[in-house]
């Protein structure tokens, strides 16, 4: 249980392979980037560069210093391999349905 100056919060990335969500106590005025690096997830995933991956609370983007509240999931985003609306618009063009789970 998180005391009156710490709040509890989760930290996930996700490769294709694996998906890590590491629980943690923080300080309870700690930032997303604060809590990134104290998961230790930059260490676990060197692809991780966080000039370059975006991140977010709860699948809302948010900056490295926004601040977080009591139970927040921080998530660390990998870069887009195709853009998914141009992969629906060329399924489009040649006429070929989407299925679920396709980008």
Not at 4 to 12: C, H, M, N, R, S
Not at 20 to 26: N, R, S
Not at 39 to 54: A, C, K, Q
Request: charged content about 30%; proline content about 6%; overall charge neutral.
């Amino acid at each position: 249980m998180a005391s009156a100056d710490k709040i509890a919060v989760e930290v996930a990335y996700a490769t294709p392979e694996i998906q890590v969500v590491m629980p943690l106590e923080v300080a309870n005025d700690a930032t997303v980037e604060q809590v990134i690096l104290l998961s230790g997830l930059l260490e676990t995933f060197p692809e991780i560069d966080l000039n370059v991956n975006r991140v977010g609370i709860f699948g809302r983007l948010a900056n490295l210093d926004d601040g977080l509240r009591a139970h927040d999931r921080v998530e660390i985003y990998r870069p887009l391999k195709a853009d998914p609306k141009e992969v629906r618009r060329r399924r489009a063009a040649q006429g070929k349905p989407m299925r679920k789970g396709e980008t």
